[in-house]
């Protein structure tokens, strides 16, 4: 026997039995982005690594130390792989807003997407290298209003789903004015213990402090007493928040302001927020997260547009939505439709007729007796199975019950069984 290949590491088959979930989180996430007024848009799944590099920042994890890189066929001018997998979206679009001179359009454009990303990361629970996310960008308000309507609408997604316990954090930290000054306090005050610091904190302390503050491995005491970002906001940046949350407030939703998140992507400005199930905050524990990115179309190319978004992990949802034990809407019922005769132009014919009343039904072509074929149809998750016979006659057999209703017509059938 040949050797068996087994899917790459750090990806994952969804089975059927585990695919009624994701339609459900998909389901909602759409039905959102309609309920929202966000328009869909779809970039490739690979872009130039440039992209990514002065996008995210190259000290990110995602550029650092996550990029998948994709080369061209052996011995054409790409073969030095100048692409990459893209890591997240946001990138993406802002690359396509640009290219396609989107700011003509009537804003701020509300964007979304939803599909896989991917990260070279060490797999686990969780963290995988191939992973979906569903994406909203505003790209064009400067907020705070549509700060507070996206941590909403990320609460409502979670509800909608069926999760229970979901806070979102939030937190400010600063823009081009006043982030200098708070880079500045977080060296100053990590600097003077230095020697307690993780070896990657130590390297990136002088790169990007900031990222100093969701190291997992710092010391809480040092975590605790570390300069916080909204105490050195600018007049504006301050201004900002204090809309973002009274706004927050005013809707209800359910947060918590969260001084030491601060976002993995180096695009982020102002506010910056994660949603987690209450009791499991921490690195690789978030659902999703996002925030606003005033200075990234400009970045990387456009005039200067003010943006913010957020992605949320839809295989993290899916985990969490099984751990809590999230009931799934009722799959509709599922009809067999069995014979005991050989004609089976019939069966098709009655099982193409059941299907334009919009039902789903699952047709047994063969030439097995009748017992066998209920038990199959019923093995199948089949709530109802339509036996026909000869001529016009129908049965109707309730498989959960073992009643039967036999000489049917056609129309009582699909009554029966959409009742
Ligand atoms: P992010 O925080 O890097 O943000 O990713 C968003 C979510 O994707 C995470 O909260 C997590 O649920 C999920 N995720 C990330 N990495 C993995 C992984 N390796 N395996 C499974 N799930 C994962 C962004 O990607 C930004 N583009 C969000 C955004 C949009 N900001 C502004 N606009």
Known sequence: MARTIGAPRGTRDLLPE??????????????????????????????QTDLFARGLGESSDAVEKEMFRVAGAKGSDEEAAPWALRPEPTAGIVRAFIEHGMHVRPGPLRL????????????????????SQWDVEVIGDAGPAVDAELIELGQRFFTDVGLTDVVAHVNSIGDATCRPGYRDALIAYFAAQEERLSEDSRRRLRVNPLRVLDDKDLAPDLAAGAPRGVDHLCDECRAHFDGVRSLLDALGVRYEVDHRLVRGLDYYTRTAFEFYIAGREGQQQALGGGGRYDGLVEL????????????????RTVLA?????????????????????????????????LRDAGLAVRPDGSSRKLGKQLE??????????????????LALKDLASGEQRD????????SAVSG
């Open 300 to 315: 990387l190319g456009g005039r200067p547009t003010p943006g913010i978004g957020f992605g949320i992990g839809l295989d």
């Open 376 to 393: 199959s149809g019923a093995k199948a998750g089949a709530r109802w199975a339509v036996i026909v016979g000869d001529g016009d006659a």
């Open 18 to 47: 585990a695919t009624p979930a994701w339609d459900r989180v998909e389901a909602v996430a759409r039905d959102l982005s309609r309920r929202y007024a966000f328009e869909r848009v779809e970039t490739p799944l690979f872009e």
């Open 407 to 414: 000489q049917i017509s056609l129309e009582d059938v699909v």
């Open 112 to 131: 979304t997407l939803i599909g896989p990303m991917f990260r070279y990361d060490r797999p686990q629970a969780g963290r995988y290298r191939q992973f």
């Open 321 to 353: 939505m099984e751990e809590q034990g999230t009931m799934l809407p009722p799959q509709p019922a599922l009809v067999a439709v069995l014979g005991a005769s050989e004609d089976q132009a019939r069966r098709l014919r009655v099982a193409s007729a």
